[in-house]
């Protein structure tokens, strides 16, 4: 599945971020206001180089903004992070929106209006790529044979509203924490999932691909319609 990728900030992480994405076979436009820094992505890097404000509604629309499957916003200062991250949201619709905030007193106030923030202690450019890329868990903790893993899991828009009892029941599978404005959280049955909210499901690892095929899906109704 290859998809549009936007980036804002194309600082060490930003421009590693793109690499990956782009060796990954995606498609990738990346802004930055310092044309210089465009030079991180190397030679080889095919992706769209946007130079502008990133939360300029023209900026946002020469990278593609209205096409993009998601927006990751990684520059070095918050409030152009949010604010470029509420727009891709808002106006552009992008569903799958994730912003590096530094101050964790605003970080909670940004995950209530349902955009993921990661902090910097424990940000990098691995865990933006868990909350981004389709499909796109990473194992958090695997059993000594292998089989079992505890795995964060991406869930589409759709399931807001749901109950957790729900999404267990649709992917035969146990949830087994949950990360709710930055505190871990352990769900019972009558537990609804809300906006922001990160799964943490505890699976057989070969069936985790079909787990993720569900969740990146609406729930399907008592009709049997998504």
């Not at 465009?38 to 890097?45: A, E, I, N």
């Not at 994730?98 to 990098?124: F, K, M, N, S």
């Amino acid at each position: 599945m290859i998809v549009h990728f936007v980036i804002l900030g194309c600082g060490r992480v930003g421009a590693a971020l793109a690499r990956n994405l782009e060796r990954a076979g995606h498609d990738v436009a990346i802004i930055d206001q310092n044309e210089a820094a465009f030079r991180r992505l190397g030679d080889d890097f095919e992706g769209r180089r946007v130079h502008g404000i990133g939360f300029d509604r023209e900026v946002l629309e020469a990278a593609g903004t209205k096409d993009a499957y998601a927006f990751a916003a990684v520059s070095s200062g918050d409030n152009s992070n949010i604010l470029a991250a509420r727009v891709a949201r808002e106006n552009f619709r992008v569903e799958r929106v994730v912003a590096r905030i530094y101050d964790p007193g605003r970080a909670e106030i940004y995950q209530r209006l349902g955009i993921p923030t990661i902090g910097t202690v424990r940000w990098a450019s691995d865990q933006i790529l868990r909350r981004l890329l389709p499909q796109g868990h990473v194992p958090e903790y695997t059993d000594p044979s292998g089989r079992i893993v505890i795995a964060e899991v991406p869930v589409d828009i759709s399931w807001v509203g749901q109950r957790i009892s729900a999404i267990e029941a649709a992917t035969g599978t146990r949830v087994a924490f949950m990360t709710r404005l930055g505190q871990g959280m352990l769900p019972d049955r009558d537990t609804v999932y809300q906006a922001g909210d990160l799964i943490h499901v505890a699976a057989v690892h070969q069936e985790l691909p079909q787990i993720e095929r569900i969740l990146d899906t609406p729930p399907v109704d008592e009709g049997g319609h998504r």
